[in-house]
């Protein structure tokens, strides 16, 4: 092995005076058959792995075994309440079925499941309005399991779970203008993209209640806590106040509640605040969040994928519904 350059398999086979199947086999963890690894060998190899600090290929083993034992679970920020649900689930769930989760964030999936890396992968990262992609077209031909979360996408050799959000929506909505007649609201981004309907519903509930739009009460946080913060901070500070905060995710409305906490208010006696998403994280938390959003359902995504990768599901495909509704909790109930 030449000064610097990473131990390979062969090394390994050198230092312990082995076969390079010898190795394989010891590091594949397989154990019985016809094959039979004395136990002073498969210690030698071990002990050379150590002494080298070798790493096997996790993409290359499983390209030559056909399965890698790893699944992909794509998602956008670790920061973010249902994303961070959905990491946690997987981390939970998939080693118990003999599976190693891999946590990806953004696009960095594409690159690391086309290359062979996973078995399958979870995909909780898409735009809202995204009807197809390529990359999930590609893994589906080439026998990949996915499992995707999209309100737009169909089935086509992977399943999809389907958030039904616009009758939970409507009915935060409702409940806010039923007792209030300023109400803020925290968006993620720009009123376009993958929370255009939350903002939508928003303005709409606004509409049917005949409270006009007040655009000095709506913030825009980036999807990013520290904004968010400042955001509620900035709005509960107005000369005339909301009494109430409608937040397209979870995270924003957390970051409300904390924000009304160091402005020594009072939720919901003061301040009323509903989030979205219906985030674990929102459960636990003291108060414990209003929010829209579906029945918890990380661990049924998960499990989605493990019946796909069983071969239960049918091959074309699974579209299952995820309807969404107002979780009232101590945000808004006294």
């Known amino acids: 092995m030449s000064k610097g350059s990473k131990p390979t398999i062969r090394d390994v086979a050198k230092a312990a005076e082995v076969s390079l199947t010898t190795v394989s086999y010891v590091l594949s963890g397989r154990h019985g058959g016809t094959t039979r690894i004395s136990q002073p060998t498969q210690d030698r190899v071990l002990a050379a792995v150590k002494e080298l600090g070798y790493v096997p290929n996790q993409a290359a083993r499983g390209m030559r075994r056909g399965k890698t034992d790893v699944v992909a679970v794509a998602i956008g920020n670790l920061e973010w309440p249902w994303d961070r649900a959905l990491a946690t689930a997987a981390a939970t769930i998939l080693p118990q079925h003999g599976y190693q989760p891999v946590i990806l964030l953004g696009d960095d999936w594409r690159k690391f499941v086309m290359s062979g890396g996973a078995d399958g992968v979870i995909i909780g990262y898409f735009p809202e309005a995204k009807s197809e992609d390529e990359t999930v077209t590609e893994l589906a031909r080439r026998g990949v399991a996915q499992v995707v979360i999209s309100g737009t996408m169909k089935p086509a050799g992977f399943d999809v779970l389907a958030p039904e959000a616009d009758a939970g929506l409507r009915e935060g909505m409702d409940f806010l203008t039923a ?51 400042q955001c509620a901070l900035e709005l509960l500070q107005l000369p005339n106040p909301p009494t109430a905060i409608f937040c397209t995710d979870d995270m924003e409305a957390l970051q409300a509640i904390r924000a009304a906490y160091r402005l020594g208010l009072r939720v919901p006696e003061d301040v009323q605040i509903v989030g979205v998403g219906n985030s674990t994280e929102g459960q636990d938390y003291d108060p414990a969040l209003t929010t829209v959003g579906p029945e918890p359902i990380f661990e049924q995504v998960v499990r989605m994928l493990l019946d796909r990768l069983a071969g239960i599901t049918p091959a074309e495909g699974l579209r299952v519904a995820s309807p969404w509704k107002l979780h009232k909790r101590g945000t808004t109930e006294g």
């Not at 109400?183 to 009123?191: D, G, V």
């Not at 939508?200 to 655009?215: F, M, S, V």
């Open 179 to 229: 007792s209030h007649r300023r109400i803020a609201c925290i968006r993620r981004a720009n009123p376009a993209g993958r929370t255009k309907s939350r903002f939508a519903a928003y303005a709409a509930g606004l509409e049917n209640a005949g409270i006009p739009l007040d655009e000095s009460l709506v913030r825009t946080s980036q999807h990013r806590p520290a904004i968010a913060y």
